[in-house]
């Protein structure tokens, strides 16, 4: 409401976010890792090697995201306009750059490209290019040691968020803004509006979109903040240290990934894998016997 709503403040105020990278992405990515500050971390083992289970479908998903992310971006004006037009095709070309520039860096740091990696540059592009899509043409620190940021959540969102809203502050063209905004000379990027002599309006939007960021940086930490700690009270937030030792499959008697044909993996199962053995085939459990 606040950067969205004409009668928000922000939005009064000349905070530019074309389709939700502060309200969006932004807030996911802070609202995200304060509650993983709350919850805590894993053990230590768990945070040592963390890969995804499944590339194929990390790759499909990251697939129908970027699909999907054509519409978010494009469908921001709620019109079929230029603007919708160059909202496309910069989600595509930030994107793209975003993916091969992560995947380079795998290179300098990793020695070698990775999958995953180039699923992490693509939602950082995404992400970074939301707030400014259609006007425009790491973990040595002490606080993300101590939060255990599973799933990258405040870099990929929250870093990107505010960076595509710091340049849309910089790059926003002034036709593109009067074609979302309307006929408002406030909404101007930094180096338009000094080509144009505004130097003073430049510093303004400036302004303005770190002002936004730190409005919603503040706001997501204090509500998400208190959600953590009223659920806290109801339930805990993170499992015993034994708990995270066995492992949270173990506790619910079910295994995500076990083989139907090889039986259960834990004995307590809820599946019932007694009731399977009695119920299989001789030939099934003279393989058992073999095995």
């Given at each position: 409401f606040s950067v969205w709503s004409p009668n928000g403040f922000l939005f009064k105020a000349g905070v530019m976010d074309f389709a939700g990278g502060y309200v969006i992405h932004l807030s996911s990515g802070i609202a995200g890792f304060t509650a993983?500050?709350?919850?805590?971390?894993?053990?230590?083992?768990?945070?040592?090697?963390?890969?995804?289970?499944n590339i194929l479908?990390?790759?499909?998903?990251?697939?129908?995201?970027?699909?999907?992310?054509?519409?978010?971006?494009?469908?921001?004006?709620?019109?079929?306009?230029?603007?919708?037009?160059?909202?496309v095709v910069n989600t595509h070309l930030c994107t793209a750059t975003?993916?091969?520039?992560?995947?380079?860096?795998?290179?300098?740091?990793?020695?070698?490209?990775?999958?995953?990696?180039?699923?992490?540059?693509?939602?950082?592009?995404?992400?970074?290019?939301?707030?400014?899509a259609g006007l425009?043409?790491?973990?040595?620190?002490?606080?993300?040691?101590h939060v255990d940021d599973t799933?990258?959540?405040?870099?990929?969102?929250g870093v990107a968020g505010s960076l595509g809203g710091l340049m849309t502050g910089l790059l926003a063209e002034p036709r593109l803004c009067r074609l979302f905004f309307g006929d408002d000379p406030r909404y101007v990027g930094f180096?338009?509006?000094?080509?144009?002599?505004?130097?003073?309006?430049?510093?303004?939007?400036?302004?303005?979109?770190?002002?936004?960021?730190?409005?919603i940086v503040a706001l997501n930490v204090v509500v998400t903040s208190i959600v953590c700690l009223l659920v806290r009270v109801?339930?805990?937030?993170?499992?015993?240290e034994e708990q995270l030792a066995a492992g949270d499959d173990a506790i619910h008697g079910e295994d995500a990934y076990a083989v139907w044909g090889d039986?259960?993996?834990?004995?307590?199962s809820v599946h019932g894998s007694r009731r399977y053995q009695m119920t299989a085939n001789p030939m099934s459990s003279k393989v058992d016997e073999i095995i």
């Amino acid at each position: 409401f606040s950067v969205w709503s004409p009668n928000g403040f922000l939005f009064k105020a000349g905070v530019m976010d074309f389709a939700g990278g502060y309200v969006i992405h932004l807030s996911s990515g802070i609202a995200g890792f304060t509650a993983a500050f709350w919850v805590g971390p894993r053990t230590a083992k768990d945070r040592e090697a963390f890969p995804p289970n499944n590339i194929l479908l990390t790759l499909a998903g990251a697939g129908l995201l970027w699909m999907g992310w054509t519409g978010f971006n494009g469908g921001a004006p709620y019109a079929a306009n230029i603007d919708a037009s160059v909202a496309v095709v910069n989600t595509h070309l930030c994107t793209a750059t975003s993916l091969l520039v992560w995947l380079i860096l795998d290179c300098f740091v990793f020695g070698r490209p990775s999958a995953f990696g180039a699923v992490q540059g693509m939602i950082t592009g995404l992400v970074c290019i939301t707030p400014a899509a259609g006007l425009v043409l790491h973990k040595r620190c002490r606080v993300l040691r101590h939060v255990d940021d599973t799933l990258a959540i405040l870099h990929t969102h929250g870093v990107a968020g505010s960076l595509g809203g710091l340049m849309t502050g910089l790059l926003a063209e002034p036709r593109l803004c009067r074609l979302f905004f309307g006929d408002d000379p406030r909404y101007v990027g930094f180096v338009y509006a000094v080509r144009g002599g505004r130097v003073s309006a430049g510093f303004r939007q400036m302004g303005v979109q770190l002002a936004g960021i730190g409005f919603i940086v503040a706001l997501n930490v204090v509500v998400t903040s208190i959600v953590c700690l009223l659920v806290r009270v109801a339930v805990p937030l993170r499992l015993s240290e034994e708990q995270l030792a066995a492992g949270d499959d173990a506790i619910h008697g079910e295994d995500a990934y076990a083989v139907w044909g090889d039986g259960e993996t834990y004995e307590q199962s809820v599946h019932g894998s007694r009731r399977y053995q009695m119920t299989a085939n001789p030939m099934s459990s003279k393989v058992d016997e073999i095995i």
